[in-house]
């Protein structure tokens, strides 16, 4: 194993030949003459298209909305289509049916055969019965307006309509029209990530399992269906809770999940679980009430009980832009939390007393990454 001398080594002589390549391409003559030379006219134009695509990143999601919008993810599923066909089911003008058609194809939404017909690309095809993440690009059009001077944003000048939408975020924790309009996303969200979590962690060993901040419910189902045996007690704001009650009963599983209201800040939470879970709880919290949250489920496990927290992280590898772009400025348009990484999670773990933290490896780091640890046996 290298020392750790050898280590700060290595990453000095790097982070020196990263700021000697920075200052480089900061030169005009330099990309002048890297976009010339056949050796690094590859790099310089593949830099050229990532600072265009930045740039353009905006008009591509906009493009991706209209599209899901306009429905053509189940028509072009169900069918090729020639352009009187988009222009019927869109009721758009012929010139712009296609201005959008030709946008969807160059973005790989779409694709046209021989014929002049589209089809779906295989990017429109991951959209095709994944209601979790159609609903989320419905849904970006308010943090799109509350992006719309994001300089605004991070001054805090103005209010946001994500802190509004997130009624708990905004301090109205309790209005049960807000929490059914959150609760609804969640519950088509929700169901992606809790299989994303129950494939990497299961729950065989386990009895009793609670899911704090539980939402409508559909992490605690999930882990009904494929843990026959466990118990669950399902924890959230009683309007939240009102809706899990509804879905769970309409599920059949009313006698193996109970639902309990409360504020965890406030309300004492069922005792005896040997395992509590915190799927995407803790990033929407700042930290001294994340600290809260994870003080509250140390006190509802029993002596060795696991604490679960997952959820998207910053700084994960292969998805730097989502942890720390994307759901940074989300939670700040929200109004509070913040992508946390993996170390520190494990520092507010032990601060709330739990031990012997470690990562559980996902298949899809991006949709979320998971940290478990310990309460001390008693």
Not at 338 to 355: N, S, T, V, Y
Request: charged residues 25%; glycine residues 8%; proline residues 4%.
């Amino acid at each position: 194993m290298m020392q750790p001398a050898s280590r700060s080594l290595v990453r000095i002589l790097h982070d020196r030949w990263r700021h000697f390549r920075v200052r480089l391409v900061a030169r005009p003559a330099f990309r002048q003459f890297a976009a010339a030379f056949p050796l690094t006219r590859p790099m310089a134009r593949r830099r050229t298209r990532v600072l265009f695509d930045l740039a353009a990143g905006f008009v591509y999601s906009q493009v991706l909305a209209a599209f899901v919008r306009l429905d053509l993810v189940q028509a072009l599923h169900a069918g090729s289509n020639d352009l009187a066909q988009i222009v019927r089911h869109t009721g758009l003008p012929a010139e712009r049916a296609l201005r959008l058609m030709n946008a969807a194809v160059a973005l790989d939404l779409a694709a046209m055969d021989a014929d002049g017909r589209y089809r779906l690309g295989e990017t429109g095809a991951a959209l095709v019965d994944n209601d979790g993440v159609l609903a989320m690009i419905a849904h970006h059009q308010m943090l799109y307006e509350d992006l719309a001077d994001p300089v605004a944003l991070l001054r805090g000048e103005r209010a946001t309509k994500l802190s509004q939408f997130w009624s708990y975020a905004g301090g109205e924790s309790h209005d049960a029209a807000a929490a059914r309009s959150y609760s609804q996303l969640m519950a088509r969200s929700q169901e992606m990530v809790a299989r994303e979590v129950l494939d990497a962690l299961p729950m065989k060993t386990h009895r009793q399992l609670l899911d704090i901040g539980g939402g409508s419910g559909a992490f605690s189902m999930e882990a009904a269906r494929r843990n026959p045996h466990l118990g669950i007690d399902l924890f959230d704001l009683p309007p939240v809770a009102e809706i899990a009650r509804d879905r769970i009963m309409q599920a059949g599983l009313e006698s193996r999940i109970a639902v309990h209201d409360g504020s965890v800040f406030e309300d004492p939470m069922p005792r005896g679980a040997d395992i509590a879970t915190l799927v995407r709880v803790l990033h929407d919290h700042d930290d001294s009430a994340a600290l809260s949250i994870l003080k509250a489920a140390y006190a509802g496990l029993c002596g060795d009980g696991t604490i679960v927290v997952a959820e998207p992280m910053a700084a994960t590898r292969g998805a730097e832009a989502s942890g720390d772009a994307y759901f940074g400025f989300y939670l700040l348009a929200m109004g509070q939390g913040r992508p946390r990484r993996i170390a520190e999670i494990g520092k507010l773990m032990a601060q709330a007393g739990f031990e012997k933290m470690r990562e559980v490896r996902t298949a899809t780091p991006l949709i979320a990454r998971i940290v478990v640890g310990r309460k001390p046996a008693s």
